[in-house]
């Protein structure tokens, strides 16, 4: 496993933006293009829901539809950094916001696609 850690959560205006940092901490030869990456979203007594990821090796990237148009990730290989842009941002997107890792594999919606798991950043969509 590897260590991850978000950042950035925060309050937002509804139709604001907001952009997360998810850090993997790596060790030895490993290296960031190894890890798939993908983000969630969890609501208190709902079920965790799929945002995005992009596959390991830069293999192509894919978007929950409640997100399509709106939220964009991207990646700095050389600061084992991925990045989330929340653009036009409704009261909806309000949850705890996770990023999780998978070496060589992952990249898929489901929670099982993640053996390594951050500790989650909130994000509240308000005016």
């Known amino acids: 496993q590897v260590q991850v850690a978000e950042s950035g959560g925060g309050q937002v205006q509804p139709g604001g933006s907001l952009t997360l940092s998810c850090v993997l901490s790596?060790?030895?030869?490993?290296?960031?293009?190894?890890?798939?990456v993908g983000w969630s979203r969890q609501v208190p007594g709902a079920e965790r829901e799929f945002v995005a990821a992009f596959k390991w090796g830069g293999a192509g990237k894919r978007y929950g539809d409640s997100v399509k148009g709106r939220f964009t990730i991207s990646r700095n290989t050389s600061k084992n950094d991925a990045y989330h842009q929340m653009n036009s941002q409704v009261p909806e997107d309000t949850a705890v916001y996770y990023c999780a890792a998978e070496r060589r594999g992952g990249g898929g919606p489901y929670e099982r696609d993640y053996g390594s798991w951050g500790q989650g950043t909130q994000v509240a969509v308000s005016s």
């Open positions: 790596l060790s030895g030869i490993s290296t960031f293009s190894n890890y798939a």
